[in-house]
């Protein structure tokens, strides 16, 4: 790869401006690429002994940090261990037991459900939908979702489609869950189906 003399003499002259080289290296060095059309061979050599290296400023090793990088966190969750977080609560449907589906959520979750129009914030409420819903005996299954994992957190979004046991209605929806760790159990945060 060849550059010519004159972009080397191009960035030396921007670099007169920075704190770290003596602008009169710099012109010397400059001044000894005006004469050469190309770097190859001993012209490097030339460029280096042209820099003034007493002039150069140091910066003190000290001004580096020693730590070594973090390595990249593995996440604290996989994406079949998000899906297998639906089937637990698709199980807990299965009980009829709406104390147990709530437990499912976090203390102040976020649930806005398919058919009621009052979010659900506090297990209470969250259980109060459940008691009506249950009734219907529904079992999910999704049918196309896609799962995305973060620090801390996970979600999966898609559709899903519920049976209902006591009358064999299929029902179709969207769903987004959003998944935290509490209390050192991954549950759901927030859940909108439509």
């Known amino acids: 790869m060849r ?21 009169a290296a710099i012109n010397a060095a400059s001044r000894s690429l005006s004469t050469t ?9 030339d460029l280096v002994n042209a820099i003034d290296a007493p002039r150069i400023t140091k910066v003190p090793a000290a001004a580096f940090s020693t730590a070594a990088p973090s390595p ?10 998000v899906r297998a977080l639906f089937e637990l609560w698709n199980q807990a449907l299965a009980t009829g037991d709406s104390r147990i589906v709530a437990d499912r959520y976090i203390k102040s979750p976020m649930l806005l459900p398919t058919v009621s129009d009052q979010p659900r914030t506090d297990f209470d409420s969250v259980k109060d939908y459940f008691d009506a819903f249950l009734l219907k005996e529904p079992q999910g299954k999704i049918l196309e979702g896609k799962i995305y994992i973060g620090d801390g957190w996970a979600s999966d979004t898609g559709i899903y489609e519920f049976t209902m046991g006591t009358t ?27």
């Open 37 to 45: 059309t190309s770097l190859n061979g001993g012209v490097l050599t």
């Open 168 to 194: 064999g209605d299929k029902v179709k929806a969207r769903y987004s869950y959003n998944y935290v760790q509490e209390d050192g159990q991954w549950k759901i945060q927030h859940h909108h189906s439509s």
């Open 72 to 81: 990249p966190t593995m996440p604290d969750i996989t994406e079949t261990e």
């Open 3 to 23: 550059f010519t003399a004159a972009i080397l003499s191009i960035g030396l002259t921007r670099l007169t401006h920075s704190s770290a080289f003596a602008p």
